[in-house]
């Protein structure tokens, strides 16, 4: 079990390894939401928290080279977002987006 962090914005969360991880590991993480990257926080946890992913595999360059390369399309997702909750009149700030490392999933944090 580790904490780590998916989102800047998010809490962190608890996820399951049977990997001995190290603080700072960028690591690729299966989510309900789709397959993301995530920073060790605490290498080693143990507690009551639930487990919200399950570890897959260190970060390969490739697995960093998709994230960047994602952060075009966050950007683009989350200007469309705006403009469509501006012309459908809802009143919200939407303040990020990220898309998963395997394309299926975008999140937008409002």
Do not use: Y
């Not at 390894?17 to 590991?25: A, H, P, Q, R, V």
């Amino acid at each position: 079990m580790a904490i780590v962090r998916f989102f800047e914005w998010d809490q962190p969360k608890l996820i399951f390894s049977e990997k001995k991880l190290k603080k700072g590991d960028k690591i690729v993480v299966e989510h309900e939401w789709g397959t993301f990257l995530a920073e060790v926080l605490i290498p080693e946890q143990k507690g009551e928290l639930e487990e919200e992913g399950r570890f897959i595999r260190l970060a390969s360059a490739l697995d960093l080279e998709t994230a960047e390369d994602n952060k075009k399309k966050e950007i683009e997702i989350l200007d469309l977002a705006k403009t469509k909750a501006r012309e459908v009149g809802v009143s919200m700030k939407l303040i990020d987006s990220k898309i998963s490392l395997d394309g299926s999933c975008a999140v937008i944090a409002f």
